[in-house]
Structure formats: structure tokens, C-alpha cells
């Protein structure tokens, strides 16, 4: 396989995950404040309401309003899911517990880092592979990298809410190839999705990894690799 010049991953379920469930912290922070929900319950309408939801790119804004519409967005996505949970007026106050929320997933608690993630950083380093993350996390994606030390890997971070554009969008794909002035067939992306990872970097020329990390994958027309250091051999 020819070395590429460029590497691109994704963050969220490739270089680190949620300890236990996104239910699960949702339902330990809403017991902090005196409200009793199922975790599965939760699991399961969290990413009912994450799916009906926009994307999370904001077009034609401010960069400084961007924080700001980040916080409304994944705001809706929370009310919406403890209503369908049918526990949302139990909260007293709801805009004081999601401030808690939304803070809570910038600190090292909710998060843990896959094992495989800093051999194959420190291997691609070594070799002279300039890194960069495609993400359609949210601005606290810099908070989250610092904590785990990952910072200084990567030397461009291009994410869906500053684009205007999410997965698998090409304009995310091509705005990130634009800040190191290489062509698509030079680079790989790495991504925990099909549909985002896998077709969207497929779809403008990057070669692409699915990285199987949550769930069975059969179909043999995808590049699969189920840990990072296969690429550190």
C-alpha cells in the first residue's frame, strides 16, 4: 500500500468514544438534579432526535456566532430527547441543567480514549504523515483533544459547524484537502461510518478506511480494518 501524504481521521467513535452510553450519561446527570429516567430509554431517543435533527454545519455565520448556534443545536437535541422520554417537566430548571450538560462533554468524564490511537499517531508521525481530523463534532472538539494530549498530532482540525457543511458532504472533504494543497488520491480518511467516513471521502477521490469499531460489517466492497495499528505494521 503507497504511503500517503496526508491522513485524515475522524474523532468521535475512531479516536475516542463514549464511556458507556450517551443514555447512560444522560440519565447519571439528570439523577444529579433529582430527575429519574431509563438509560435505554434515553440511548434510544438521543439518536432518534440526533438523526431528525439538521446537520450540525452552520452556512454564511460569523465564525463568532458559531459557539452560540453550536449550543442551541445540541440544546433542542436534548429537550427533545427528555421530552420523548416523557420526563422533561420534571426538570426545574431545564436551561440550567443543560448548561451542565453541554459543559459536561468538554471534561475528560464522559469520554475515554481508544487504545489503539496513540501507536498509530506516534507511527504516522514518525513517518513523516502530516495528520488531520474531518469531524462533525462541534468546537468542543479542542477541549477534548487537549485532554487527551492529541493536539500537537495534527496540524489541521476541519469540523462540520465551521464549514457550514457536514459528513459526507463533499465540501467538508474538499475544504479540509484545500489546507494542505494535496490532491485526493495523496490522502486516506479513517472513520468509524459508512455513510460519513467511508462514501463521503469515497465520493471526491480520498482513499477510504471504515473502522469497524461498534458494530459488524459484511459487505466486501468496503476497505474494513478493525484497529489502527494495522496500519502501523
Known amino acids: 500500500m503507497k504511503q500517503p501524504k496526508v491522513i485524515f481521521l475522524d474523532a468521535v467513535g475512531t479516536l475516542f468514544g463514549v464511556k458507556g452510553s450517551v443514555g447512560?450519561?444522560?440519565?447519571?446527570?439528570?439523577?444529579?438534579?433529582?430527575?429519574?429516567?431509563?438509560?435505554?430509554?434515553?440511548?434510544?431517543?438521543?439518536?432518534?432526535?440526533?438523526?431528525?435533527?439538521?446537520?450540525?454545519?452552520?452556512?454564511?455565520?460569523?465564525?463568532?456566532?458559531?459557539?452560540?448556534?453550536?449550543?442551541?443545536?445540541?440544546?433542542?437535541?436534548a429537550y427533545d430527547t427528555y421530552t420523548e422520554a416523557?420526563?422533561?417537566?420534571?426538570?426545574?430548571?431545564?436551561?440550567?441543567?443543560f448548561r451542565q450538560l453541554y459543559d459536561y462533554f468538554a471534561t475528560p468524564h464522559p469520554w475515554f480514549l481508544y487504545t489503539d490511537v496513540f501507536p498509530a499517531l506516534q507511527h504516522w508521525?514518525?513517518?513523516?504523515?502530516?495528520?488531520?481530523?474531518?469531524?462533525?463534532?462541534?468546537?468542543?472538539?479542542?477541549?477534548v483533544l487537549d485532554i487527551f494530549g492529541l493536539t500537537n498530532f495534527f496540524q489541521t482540525i476541519t469540523i462540520s459547524s465551521t464549514t457550514g457543511k457536514a459528513k459526507p458532504d463533499s465540501h467538508i472533504f474538499i475544504k479540509a484537502l484545500e489546507k494542505h494543497n494535496c490532491k485526493p488520491e495523496e490522502t486516506w480518511h479513517i472513520g468509524d461510518?459508512?455513510?460519513?467516513?467511508?462514501?463521503g471521502a469515497k465520493s471526491v477521490g480520498i482513499n477510504p478506511f471504515l473502522l469497524e469499531r461498534n458494530e459488524e460489517v459484511s459487505r466486501s466492497d468496503y476497505t474494513i480494518i478493525d484497529s489502527m495499528e494495522r496500519f502501523t505494521l
Open 193 to 199: 461510518s459508512r455513510k460519513e467516513d467511508y462514501d
Open 125 to 143: 508521525q514518525k513517518q513523516g504523515i502530516t495528520l488531520g481530523i474531518i469531524s462533525n463534532f462541534d468546537s468542543r472538539i479542542y477541549e
Open 86 to 97: 416523557n420526563v422533561i417537566d420534571q426538570f426545574s430548571d431545564f436551561d440550567g441543567f
Open 24 to 77: 447512560e450519561v444522560y440519565r447519571y446527570l439528570a439523577a444529579e438534579v433529582g430527575v429519574e429516567c431509563d438509560a435505554s430509554l434515553l440511548e434510544k431517543v438521543f439518536y432518534q432526535q440526533f438523526k431528525k435533527a439538521p446537520p450540525l454545519a452552520f452556512q454564511g455565520v460569523d465564525i463568532m456566532m458559531v459557539p452560540d448556534l453550536e449550543y442551541q443545536w445540541w440544546y433542542r437535541v
